[in-house]
């Protein structure tokens, strides 16, 4: 709906077009890229850096970063593996995430597994081996500490050094000043809801002719 | 930016919503996403007027699914990370740490007063004057239903004083009540810790927590009103002295209609699984409507255009506002209702006339000049079609044509070349494509408009009824031989945004 919507434009010599319709920003740092996967129609904005190079050591090809279909990764976002020292020996482990994922810009992703669905906002900080389930949403500015689970269909939202306001409006947050904790449960309509988006925002998102 | 809420009637018998300027409009308006559909009722529902039910619990932290008779039995499960509590084994902590907390004053004195209670509670539930008080009570009630009536029932029957004082019983004949309220009279309670010594037990500001503080090195030591706030006792100052939490479960929710009690959401079992055996969400029953200023999109993709020819960052949000409503002028506003139904729809939109006194009440020294209503609204008053939706239009691409048989690509063809032909006129249908129709109005805005552009609309469409055997027994409609069509009708408000004030300069509009 060209009347209903803006498209946004990108610069044709900015983007890098596959086949399955990934668009792939040049000024976008793709460290690694033979370990990265993208399932397509997914968006890599410009200033992101994505740490496929940091892989599991040991000889053989190994996926480091997989993400799914419809996804956006905003700009300057970081995608980096997490990694943790288990029996003396130091290695980093794969992270995988899959469709219709948003990422907003500025944010620090090392989570191990983010479902489908999953929207997170603007200058979040997602911590290591964090598992996000499908249909979840991270709120802009979000400090989500390492090996958290974020349950299906919840909002997640809080920051240290931040007073936080719960937005369900009847409970006033007692937890000010707090790491990302689970706010309220999303409606059941969620999948649908982001689903709808991500495919809008994929055909909005064109080059300038 | 413009929005589109639906009304849910929440069982209110009066058909038309609150105005938009009435602070209550907010509450009976939702989007349409959060909002549920009662087939049987015929009726939309909100998360307001639902019932709810626990359909499962499970741990936020493991996502261990918690059988619910544990959860009754059990309690609740630990976070015991970071603590200097040692345990003998690693499972069943709750069990561990019950001792310690069977030992603090709090369960000790909820302990005793159940002792005390327990006793009265036993003996007047078995004397007959509250229990025969108890059903009379539950079945005078207006709009009783299963659910509530067995409710009513279990809390009168486990707390006897609840069945005597409900509102039900009448005002007007207390003499006999109150005679057996006096033979089941309670005995006076002596606390186990006399109030007036609590304060030994720190943070009570005695001697204590004085003495606590004189020998304070670290801030740290102190712990926070936020961790000591979710004890229902008064408990030390000291950070040591705290201990691990239960974390609440979270739970799955099945969702009932409140007239009918017919299940509107019901999830699979598994706890992390986002499908749902029953769900009738409004969204597969109403149009979906969204509403756009045209002359907002067209300098949203102007600003996006040329961000990217600089190959910079595209400013969003803030600029958003920039592009804003001035009084005294008038402008188109575009409606995109999108239908979710197989079948085509007939639609017909119409503006609630507002009530202006109603709307500026309240609004104090503003009320002289809100007295004439601040804007006018022009939308397409004839019914107009939308076509079904088809499952070859789930291809979101738009190019993608190859899935379409030749009458269709036609159709869509045709639909863009009216589209063409529709731009010099405002008001009307602009548009057809797919299962969408965008239709055109126009606001016009007083010279001393301020405010929100908010204005209630009721959009009735018909649509084939494509069960002439109502289901299972439930025969609602009025006549075997019930027509072809069924009209449903509906209440929205349409929000264009803020007025810019005429006295006001332009948000920096030269800028761009």
């Known amino acids: 709906m060209t009347s209903m919507e803006s498209p946004l434009y990108y610069s044709r010599q900015e983007f890098i077009e596959t086949d399955t319709g990934n668009k792939v920003s040049r000024r976008a740092t793709i460290a690694g890229p033979q370990n990265i996967i993208l399932g397509g129609k997914t968006i890599i904005s410009s200033g992101a850096i994505i740490r496929g190079d940091l892989r599991r050591s040991g000889p053989g090809h190994a996926v480091v970063i997989s993400l799914g279909r419809y996804c956006l990764i905003g700009e300057g976002c970081v995608l980096r593996p997490p990694y943790k020292t288990y029996r003396g020996a130091f290695n980093y482990y794969p992270m995988k995430i899959g469709d219709h994922v948003h990422v907003g810009a500025g944010s620090v992703i090392e989570a191990a597994t983010i479902g489908n669905w999953v929207e997170i906002g603007k200058n979040c900080v997602i911590g290591k081996f964090t598992i996000i389930k499908d249909c979840a949403r991270v709120a802009d500015n979000t400090v989500v500490p390492p090996n958290t689970v974020i349950p299906a269909m919840s909002l997640f939202g809080g920051s240290p050094g931040k007073h936080l306001y719960s937005s369900s409006s009847s409970s006033c947050s007692f937890v000010s000043f707090s790491v990302g904790h689970f706010i309220e449960d999303l409606p059941e309509t969620t999948q649908e809801v982001v689903e709808a988006e991500t495919k809008q925002y994929y055909s909005r998102f064109q080059p300038l002719s | 930016m413009a929005s589109v809420l639906y009304h849910c009637p929440c069982l209110s018998t009066s058909s038309t919503p609150p105005p938009p300027h009435l602070p209550s409009s907010k509450n009976s308006f939702h989007p349409l996403h959060r909002l549920f559909f009662c087939e049987e009722c015929d009726a939309v529902r909100c998360n307001r007027c639902v019932s709810v039910e626990v359909s499962g619990y499970y741990c936020p932290n493991c996502l261990f699914e918690v059988p619910s008779a544990s959860v009754r039995a059990e309690k609740n499960r630990w976070d015991s990370s970071e603590v200097g509590i040692t345990f003998e084994k690693p499972t069943g902590l709750a069990a561990q740490l019950q001792k310690l907390e069977d030992s603090a004053p709090d369960a000790l004195e909820f302990d005793r007063l159940k002792e005390h209670f327990e006793p009265i509670l036993r003996a007047s539930s078995l004397s007959p004057s509250s229990s025969s008080a108890l059903p009379a009570a539950g079945h005078s009630r207006h709009h009783s239903n299963p659910i509530t009536a067995a409710a009513a029932a279990a809390l009168a029957r486990d707390i006897p004083g609840v069945g005597k004082h409900t509102p039900h019983t009448r005002s007007g004949r207390p003499s006999g009540k109150d005679r057996s309220a006096n033979k089941d009279e309670i005995p006076e309670y002596k606390s186990r810790v006399d109030i007036s010594r609590a304060s030994t037990y720190g943070s009570g500001g005695g001697d204590v927590d004085v003495d606590f503080m004189r020998r304070l090195e670290s801030l740290s030591e102190v712990a926070s009103l936020e961790q000591r706030w979710m004890y229902s006792w008064s408990t030390s100052l000291e950070t040591r002295d705290l201990r691990p939490l239960r974390i609440p479960l979270h739970s799955k929710q099945s969702k009932r209609c409140p007239a009918c009690t017919h299940i509107l959401i019901k999830p699979e079992q598994k706890a992390q699984s986002v499908r749902y055996k029953i769900k009738l969400v409004a969204a597969n029953y109403l149009p979906a409507i969204t509403v756009a200023l045209p002359h907002q999109v067209e300098m949203l993709g102007h600003i996006s255009a040329e961000a990217a020819k600089r190959s910079a960052k595209a400013p969003q949000d803030d600029d958003r506002d920039r592009s804003g409503l001035q009084a005294g002028k008038t402008y188109p506003f575009h409606m995109a209702l999108t239908n979710p139904l197989y079948d085509p729809i007939q639609v017909r939109l119409s503006v609630q006339r507002m009530h202006v006194a109603a709307a500026s009440h309240g609004e104090g020294s503003a009320k002289e000049k809100t007295r004439r209503p601040p804007f006018a609204i022009s939308i397409p008053t004839a019914p107009f079609s939308i076509a079904p939706f088809a499952e070859a239009w789930e291809y979101d691409d738009d190019e993608d044509m190859f899935g379409l048989d030749d009458e269709e ?74 027509p072809e069509t069924k009209t449903f009708a509906f209440y929205t408000v349409v929000n264009l945004g803020m007025i810019i004030p005429k006295n006001e300069p332009r948000l920096e509009v030269d800028e761009i």
């Open chain 2, 409 to 482: 690509l036609e159709a869509r063809l045709s639909g863009r070349e009216k589209d063409t032909r529709a731009k010099s006129k405002t008001v009307g249908v602009l548009e057809k494509k797919a299962n969408v129709t965008v239709v055109g109005g126009e606001v016009a805005l007083g010279k001393e408009a301020h405010g929100e552009i908010k204005f209630n609309m009721l959009v009735a469409y018909t649509y084939r009824s494509d069960d002439p055997t109502p289901s299972d027994g439930h025969d609602v409609s009025p006549s075997k031989k019930a």
